[in-house]
């Protein structure tokens, strides 16, 4: 993938690693095969299209890779451990390689979303698994964030108007990180 693009592009200047998938569930009660199929889709699918694209970015001299991390890197619920631990490590490996690739003119930081209202998102308010009633509780501007508004934080972070910014995760969830998404309905 990373060859094609720059074959047909001549250079690879940003990257975005975009994907994440969750499965609720109690950690006692999670099996092997659905471990390694989160944290090989949210966590090890990002490490390898960033060294392999950072490969390139050297040779380049430049490069910048962001990484779409989650709020809940920073906080945690019940019946997402997967989830957390894998959004919380895309987090640290934004700002690990952040640190290592710098010296390379190689930015590296993730953007964590709060609830976007993508297709995703509204299924699982259709279906009951999200209850937005409860979230709004606890997110000061009560509405879902639009995925425009997170494309403008990964725009940014991709330019050179965030040239000082390297190794962060910046908090894109209206206010939720600041409170505590109520965990009743986790605990049926």
């Not at 906080?75 to 290592?100: D, F, P, Q, W």
């Not at 976007?116 to 698994?129: F, P, R, Y």
């Not at 050179?160 to 998404?181: H, M």
Request: aromatic share 10%; charged share 20%; proline share 2%.
């Amino acid at each position: 993938m990373m060859e094609y693009a720059y074959n047909t592009f001549g250079s690879i200047d940003i990257l975005v690693c975009n994907a994440g998938i969750t499965i609720h569930n109690w950690a006692t009660d999670y099996t092997i095969e659905q471990i390694d199929k989160v944290f090989d889709l949210d966590l090890r699918g990002y490490y390898l299209c960033a060294r392999t694209a950072a490969r390139y970015m050297k040779k380049q001299g430049k490069g910048n890779i962001v990484m779409i991390s989650s709020a809940n890197s920073v906080i945690y619920h019940s019946k997402r451990s997967l989830y957390n631990v894998s959004k919380a490590a895309t987090a640290g490996m934004a700002g690990t390689l952040g640190v290592e690739l710098a010296r390379f003119g190689i930015r590296v930081n993730s953007v964590g979303p709060g609830y976007v209202a993508t297709d995703l998102v509204k299924q699982g308010v259709e279906n009951g698994t999200i209850k937005m009633e409860k979230n709004f509780q606890v997110i000061p501007e009560k509405r879902f964030i639009e995925v425009e508004e997170i494309a403008s934080v990964v725009a940014f972070l991709a330019s050179d108007e965030s040239s000082a910014i390297n190794g962060q995760n910046i908090l894109a969830d209206l206010g939720w990180s600041k409170n505590a998404l109520p965990e009743d309905t986790d605990m049926e």
